[in-house]
Nanobody, 120 residues
Framework: QVQLVESGGGLVQVGDSLRLSCAASGRTWTSYAMAWIRQPPGMDREFVAAISWNDGSAYYEDPAEGRFTISRDTAKNTVYLQMNSLKPEDTAVYYC?????????????WGKGTQVTVSS
């Protein structure tokens, strides 16, 4: 059974850092793009970042670029999202997802999400 399980969310202050983890199990992830996608309250899901399981190449959308870093540990089957200089607009449910195409609609598997709240 394929599972993506997020952890590491919580309530933080503006300017704080947080590291999210995604434990991926149930299949091999060769050729998959592993992604973090977030959904702010009352808004649609938005793409944050993705990483190639094969070679670790990373892609970021504008809100994340320069502040967030995506990485993966293939030995632990885990994907991370290091978030620095957090802002109130980063408040969202953060989902880990996997697919062959690095877009929201291209994701085949989804976790249940972890809540990140940035308080001012």
């Amino acid at each position: 059974q394929v599972q993506l399980v997020e952890s590491g969310g919580g309530l933080v202050q503006v300017g704080d850092s947080l590291r999210l983890s995604c434990a991926a199990s149930g299949r091999t992830w060769t050729s998959y793009a592993m992604a973090w996608i977030r959904q702010p309250p009352g808004m649609d899901r938005e793409f944050v970042a993705a990483i190639s399981w094969n070679d670790g190449s990373a892609y970021y959308e504008d809100p994340a670029e320069g502040r967030f870093t995506i990485s993966r540990d293939t030995a632990k089957n885990t994907v991370y999202l290091q978030m620095n200089s957090l802002k109130p607009e980063d408040t969202a449910v953060y989902y880990c997802a996997a697919g062959h195409i690095a877009t929201i609609s291209g994701m085949d598997y989804w976790g249940k999400g972890t809540q990140v709240t940035v308080s001012s």
